[in-house]
């Protein structure tokens, strides 16, 4: 019987990730916010103030399709698309992504595994130096490759966290331990992200994020939040509950 609910469940997820697929890209174009707030009706007041809020301080949206994965995915379009106009902090990053594999093999990660997804990041790495905003776009809507992307990006955060898990551990709630977290939370695709992710992702590879957070919480406008705090953050994110885009000035 568990095989047979397994099989079935693996269908349900596969045939729901199907029909996401074929209404949504992985990374939409930059759309007005008129547009985007077509999605909520009049009534809905709370998120129409906040809407506002956000147009009065945004130019447009990038939407991402929401599979549990969108915030690794709107972190990195987002980041690289910043790398590929303009080239200031393309060298520093490039040097640490490609220190990371040495430092996931170091924490016991299989090599072979490591290797192999490394190996296809750092190809879209180089390739920024070059590719235009459509390129990127089109390496990011491509299953495949978007996805081994998503898993590098797991992958340093479970590194980081683990590496710095003396610390991180106190936001663990429960009995698990970091590698535990990490293994059931962090690793596998479609598990979404929370704050201790993004501390993590910020961290390890130095690029500050600020979130804005649009909610049924009290007040017109979203409350926003810096990783680290006290930061200049390069990319801004768009927290709905349960799900990440992008925003842009």
Known sequence: PKKNYDEQTLAQQSEIEKEIASSQAIIGSRIGFDEFSAEYSEEDQIYLHKLQDLKNRFSCVRKVRGDGNCFYRAFGFRYFETLVEDKTDFKRFKDIAQKTRDDLVKLGFPEFTIDDFHENFMDV???????????????????????????????????HLQKEADFFSNFIEGERGIK???????????????????????????????VEYMDRGEGDQCNHHHFPEDSNPVVTLLYRPGHYDILYT
């Open 125 to 159: 790495v180089n390739k920024l130096e070059s590719c235009t905003v459509d390129d990127l776009l089109q390496t990011f809507n491509d299953q495949g490759l978007s996805d081994y992307l998503v898993v590098f990006l797991r992958l340093v955060v479970s590194g």
């Open 180 to 210: 535990e977290f990490c293994n059931q939370e962090v690793e596998p695709m479609g598990k979404e992200s929370d704050h201790i992710q993004i501390i993590a992702l910020t961290a390890a590879l130095g690029v500050p994020v600020r």
